[in-house]
């Protein structure tokens, strides 16, 4: 089996660093690249074509529906997992419209984002319960 390839697109450095020591330490998966800067981020997905790109909402530079957007018309193939402390509905609702197929809090356990990632690529969508 192929491992899953992650890139993570947050302005928090240390949940950043976190997020991405979890997950490589998981077999099926790897973490291609990361970026605390949103417009980085977006040029790096795009050159490195991940499965899976874990997108915060709240940057100070972009907004989160706006790279959501833009990836996923640039690379419909990526599967975008919103990543956030924000548990709204209506974040929920707009992210899902823009092209997001996931929806994780922060405040998640590890198990839970494993099952957000895995069923994303699958081609399945996810939304944390």
């Keep these: 089996m192929k ?9 928090h ?5 976190a997020v991405v020591a979890m997950l490589n330490e998981t077999e099926d998966i790897t973490v291609v690249g990361h970026s ?19 997108v915060d909402l709240k940057m100070p ?6 790279v959501i957007s833009e990836i996923a ?16 509905p209506a974040y929920v609702w707009e992210t899902m ?8 809090l922060k405040s998640a356990d590890k198990q839970d984002l494993l099952r957000a990632v895995r069923a ?6 996810y939304l944390q319960a």
Aim: proline fraction near 3%; aromatic fraction near 6%; charge should be negative.
């Design 97 to 104: 419209s823009s092209g997001a197929r996931g929806y994780v």
């Design 36 to 54: 605390g800067d949103a417009r980085e981020g977006i040029t790096e997905v795009l050159a490195k074509r991940p499965h899976i790109v874990l």
């Design 120 to 125: 994303v690529a699958s081609g399945s969508g």
């Design 13 to 17: 450095h240390v949940l950043r660093q």
């Design 73 to 88: 018309t640039a690379a419909p193939d990526a599967g975008l997992i919103v990543f956030t402390m924000y548990d709204n």
């Design 3 to 11: 491992a899953i390839r992650i890139y993570l697109i947050d302005d």
């Design 61 to 66: 530079d972009m907004n989160g529906l706006a």
